[in-house]
């Protein structure tokens, strides 16, 4: 019984019979209302410690096999295709390319704004807010796949990132939970790290330059490369859309799959008009614009052979 309750009722047998029955019955309500405003604060104060605990407990296994948050910047120093050019500078004469890619870093401020705007519409539309994870997202995988659906998540711009560079290949496309966990507390640990707007910029301009784009493209400037023979600061917006799509289906480039990926780029198109990113006219105008694409035949082309071969193989030395 309620202690405060069983007082209240030894104290009012002591009293004589003659008192007021309304008066044990309020009585009566007030301790009961007591006692279970307390059990039920105390009942919650032990649910979110236990939460708690749990998190902190689940943390602590994972942390053990997590890779150092800082390799991320390693993104910069990773591998890239050595271009060999003319005396001018200008003129590229030959590229000898990665055997694992094509790959040319460039900083966030000399990629168009609207790839980057066109990047966080198909992607992840909060970005600049969120800590990394989107928690929404994991609330209505998770309801989902307690529903026997596929495993799933709310991935981010942030743990897309992880996933492409921190998570080692052989686990990368493991379906399970154990990855996930792993892939979001390294998100909110690099969101932790780059904190603010800078912090978000640094983010995202790692991400532009560590997805794979398809044919052996990996990072926007190869894919502007690759599929349009250009810079990416040279690419058209109805180019840049066609691109942004393609590392969600790297099989769905223009290459491989031009019609699908005509449809898909007018997908981008419409998102960032929804988003406002865009004005419908300017969206309808991308859409109309005719693409040339680069046929494959033309990314190794070697000009001035004997010259570019003879420096290929010093470097090589």
Known sequence: MNRDLKAYLIRKRRRPR???????????ATGVATGSIAAFLVAIALSVA??????????????????????????????????????????????????????????LD????????????????????????DLEGIGRAFLSNLRGESVQGGSTLTVQLVKNVLIPAEERYQINYARKIKEAIL?????????????????????????????????????????????????TLAEAAMLV???????????????????RQEIVLDTMVRQGYLEPEQAYAAKQEELVIRPPTERYEIQAPHFAIYVRDLLER
């Open 187 to 235: 998100a909110l640990e690099i969101s932790r790290r780059y904190p603010g707007r800078e912090g978000k910029d640094r983010i995202l301009e790692w991400y532009l330059n560590s997805n794979f784009y398809g044919n052996h493209a990996y990072g926007i400037e190869a894919a502007a490369r690759v599929y349009f023979g250009k810079h990416v600061q040279e690419l």
């Open 110 to 133: 000399q990629i168009p704004l609207y790839i980057q705007q066109a990047t966080i519409a198909m992607e992840d539309k909060n970005f600049y807010t969120n800590p990394g994870i």
């Open 18 to 28: 003659g008192g007021s029955r309304a008066g044990l019955f309020a009585g009566v």
């Open 50 to 107: 236990s939460v708690i605990g749990s998190a902190v407990a689940v943390y602590a296994y994972f942390a053990r096999d997590l890779p150092d948050p800082g390799e991320i910047e390693r993104v910069e120093d990773q591998f890239k295709t050595v271009k060999i050019y003319d005396r001018t500078g200008r003129h590229l004469l030959y590229e000898v390319a990665d055997p694992r890619g094509d790959r040319t870093y460039v900083p």
């Open 245 to 263: 799509h393609i590392p969600q289906y790297p099989g769905m480039n223009p290459i491989d799959n031009p019609d699908v990926a005509k449809r």
